[in-house]
């Protein structure tokens, strides 16, 4: 249920969510399609699939490519890696419903959301999904959701399209790696991470599943704190 107060001084205008009526954990771990945490990932299978991957470049890891506008279609504002003045971060739906929420994540959210010269972004399958648990776990309202989303974006946070390359390597990662007790990590999970991947950026997530299989594949990790405080490994 959405609060009955709003904290002005958030982003531009942007008030949080009040998580007070909360019964299960970021990571609504009863929902099979979106998965649970506080399992640990088992590896992939030897000579897992390279489909999908660009050859790695010196320094870089497999799935990371020179130039991120490549991927992305030049369409979301993408610097090469040249032109950085810091590291960027790709936010997972979690750490996104993590500052709407006031869940223990949330400075380190907000954090990455006030860095103008680098400001995070999200995959646009993230955002459905994070709108969708807003309104049918939270119960927080359409409008307000719609609002808050529109804050982000108006505050730095870039939507990044999901294309064909993240797609197929999403589908790949998933495919080696899910497990549905030891690993359950959703297809969405594997767009945060494919994005995160194919753009040459760090990850920003509390999942342990989704922060394990991350750094199997190559990629820096943000570890985030989940609803117990707790950082994944």
Not at 47 to 66: E, F, I, K, L, V
Not at 188 to 217: F, I, K
Request: net charge negative; hydrophobic share 35%.
């Amino acid at each position: 249920m959405l609060g009955d107060h709003e904290d002005r001084s958030n982003l531009k205008g942007w008030s949080g969510f009040d998580s007070s009526r909360r019964e299960e954990p970021l990571g609504y771990g009863r929902d099979p399609d979106r998965g649970s945490w506080g399992f640990a990932c088992a590896p992939a299978a030897a000579g897992g699939s390279d489909w999908g991957r660009a050859q790695p470049a010196a320094g870089r890891g497999p799935h990371q490519r020179s130039d991120p506008r490549s991927a992305s279609g030049g369409g979301c504002g993408s610097r090469s890696p040249a032109q950085r003045d810091g590291p960027l971060s790709v936010l997972d739906a979690v750490a996104i419903i993590a500052a709407l929420t006031r869940e223990p994540a949330r400075a380190d959210v907000e954090r990455l959301l006030r860095d103008t010269e680098d400001p995070p972004r999200i995959a646009a399958v993230n955002v459905a999904e994070v709108a969708d648990v807003l309104v049918r776990v939270k119960s927080a309202g359409r409008e307000q959701v719609e609002q808050a989303l529109s804050w982000l974006q108006a505050g730095g946070l870039t939507v990044v399209a999901t294309n064909e390359t993240i797609a197929r390597l999403a589908g790949d990662i998933r495919s080696r790696h899910y497990h549905h007790r030891n690993c359950p990590i959703s297809i969405c999970d594997c767009v945060a991470l494919a994005t995160a991947l194919v753009l040459d950026e760090q990850l920003a997530t509390a999942d342990p599943s989704l922060a394990e299989v991350g750094r199997q594949e190559g990629a820096v990790v943000v570890a985030l704190p989940d609803s117990a405080g707790r950082r994944p490994d």
